[in-house]
């Protein structure tokens, strides 16, 4: 049966009463993070397969619209040896806060609900990027953030499918920080997180408005009170029903291992401790990593 329904319209998003997330937007909270990576990672372009591959995305799609994104290509991306330095990359300025964001994420029966407008609980960069801004040398994006709509219907109990599905353009899955989550590509099929100027939180909007992230976000690290999320609590959910977890076991900081490629299968995921619905159980889960394809490579449940 297929239980993951989505509804994404692009409008005002009214009243929402939320128990279950608290929204702080202390100045303290929204400084702007430091960039955690501080080396070469190698550059995700062509790195696409018709089939399950670690390292690479089963895309639905070679083909790909163009348009938009990047329009130069910044001095820290090293096409010919196919790396990229992100702390020499700009990042889009400013600092604009969003008190009207709103996000519940209910368990009801065997779906778990995600109701949100999609405006971020952390601050975000002022887009449309600003002529005068270094970023705009590299990428001129010229859309706003816009709340929508969003409603989805995943499983609270996803089951492995006989066979990985393919993962589209667009939305992917949903961070508890009420942001999309998109996929490692730009418009062109490039590395959009090498090749796409985001802000400090790793974040911009697409055309209709949808801020969204490609890769891990710093601003993902901490809950909107500003409670660190331990290593084994989800940060977002994928439109499969499965948790999404962040780059570290054991918790940045604390000792915890950087997860790579090499940890995770073709998908992007493992097996291992999640708290979840109250309790800590073993399961099939993604992780963020800092390095391409940064969220999924395939889609692992039944859809």
Not at 70 to 80: F, L, M, P, S, Y
């Amino acid at each position: 049966m297929k239980v993951f329904r989505l509804s994404l319209i692009s409008v005002a998003f009214g009243a929402l009463a939320s128990t279950h997330l608290s929204f702080a937007h202390d100045a303290a909270l929204h400084a702007k993070p430091a960039n955690p990576v501080a080396q070469r990672l190698p550059l995700g372009d062509g790195k696409i397969s018709t089939t399950p591959r670690q390292g690479y995305v089963m895309a639905c799609s070679s083909r790909f619209p163009g348009g938009g994104g990047a329009h130069r290509v910044g001095e820290w991306i090293d096409k010919t040896g196919a790396t990229w330095e992100p702390s020499a990359k700009p990042q889009v300025e400013g600092s604009v806060n969003w008190p009207n964001a709103a996000i519940t994420i209910t368990r009801e029966g065997n779906e778990r609900i995600v109701r949100a407008n999609n405006l971020p609980t952390h601050a975000s960069g002022q887009f449309p990027v600003r002529p005068e801004s270094k970023a705009y040398q590299y990428d001129r994006n010229p859309n706003s953030i816009r709340e929508q709509t969003v409603l989805l219907r995943l499983s609270a109990e996803p089951q492995a499918a006989a066979q990985p599905g393919c993962v589209p353009l667009g939305m992917i899955g949903f961070a508890l920080s009420g942001v999309a989550i998109f996929n490692a590509f730009d418009l062109a099929g490039r590395d959009a997180p090498a090749y796409e100027i985001q802000d400090a939180c790793n974040g911009h909007p697409e055309r209709t408005g949808q801020y969204h992230y490609h890769d891990w976000s710093p601003c993902l690290a901490k809950d909107a009170s500003g409670r660190a999320y331990a290593h084994d609590e989800p940060v977002g959910w994928m439109l499969d029903g499965y948790p999404i977890l962040g780059p570290f076991s054991g918790g940045e900081g604390e000792g915890g291992k950087r997860i790579t490629n090499a940890d995770l299968d073709e998908c992007h995921g493992t097996v291992g401790n999640v708290r979840i619905d109250g309790e800590v159980k073993q399961m099939y889960h993604y992780r963020f990593t800092l390095e391409y394809p940064y969220t999924i490579g395939c889609f692992k449940a039944k859809r």
